[in-house]
């Protein structure tokens, strides 16, 4: 079956804008749960969503949001960009809780 | 607050040899425990988890982990390392409410051929 799918995969934008990632979970997972990884501060936890509900925020500011859909599909956006935001976005799926999550090729955004 | 501690950022080793990668936790219940590879460039796979039962887990590539719960560590282990097995590895342990990951720092492991 088709892994998690995440787009785009490269994506470059000038400070102070924003950015839309997408996230398509594995058919029949309900939980999508995002990370950054940058050099410095490895993968850190953004947020997590099931069945359409945040169910839990790391410790990022409110610059950066998400969202599920009804399908499970989940969106984050990141406004205000800042050269900081530079980083590889990983989005996770998981069936049911402690399963362990599979993880998407992630986004690699670059902030300029 | 659960947290993960992996001591060596980089490991090198002769294909064929064994391999041993360190991972040490802490949290106050029983943990769920994971390991989780990473190329150049990519997401992350699962090598494999720890939920409860049998200590000595077994994964994907060959690779095994023990849990040894007195020691608080989920040790990663090959008994022959084969230069496609370069890469980063991650550990990480799920607790706090919700499927949140802690990750550890990651080790970067090189193959010499």
């Known amino acids: 079956k088709a892994g998690v799918t995440q787009t785009p995969r490269y994506l470059i934008k000038t400070r102070g804008q924003q950015v839309t990632l997408s996230c398509s979970p594995i058919s029949g997972h309900r939980s999508v749960s995002w990370y950054q990884q940058t050099p410095g501060q490895g993968l850190q936890f953004l947020f997590e969503?099931?069945?359409?509900?945040?169910?839990n925020k790391g410790n990022f500011p409110g610059r950066f949001s998400g969202r599920q859909f009804s399908n499970s599909r989940s969106e984050m956006n990141v406004s205000t960009l800042e050269l900081g935001d530079s980083a590889l976005y990983l989005c996770?799926?998981?069936?049911?809780?402690?399963?362990?999550?599979?993880f998407g090729s992630g986004t690699r955004l670059t902030v300029v | 607050a659960q947290s993960v501690t992996q001591p060596d950022i980089h490991i090198t080793v002769s294909e064929g040899a064994s391999l041993e990668l360190r991972c040490n936790y802490s949290?106050?219940?029983?943990?769920?425990l994971f390991w989780y590879v990473q190329s150049p460039g990519q997401g992350l796979q699962l090598l494999l988890k720890y939920f409860s039962g049998d200590t000595l887990v077994q994964g994907i590539k060959g690779f095994e982990a023990e849990f040894k719960r007195s020691q608080s560590s989920f040790n990663l282990r090959k008994p022959s390392v084969h230069w496609s097995d370069a890469a980063e590895y991650f550990c990480a342990v799920v607790g706090g409410g919700g499927n949140k990951l802690t990750f550890g720092t990651g080790t970067q492991l090189k193959v010499e051929l």
């Open positions: 996770a799926s998981s069936s049911q809780v402690n399963y362990g999550y599979t």
């Open positions: 969503y099931f069945s359409e509900t945040q169910r």
């Open positions: 949290y106050g219940a029983t943990p769920y």
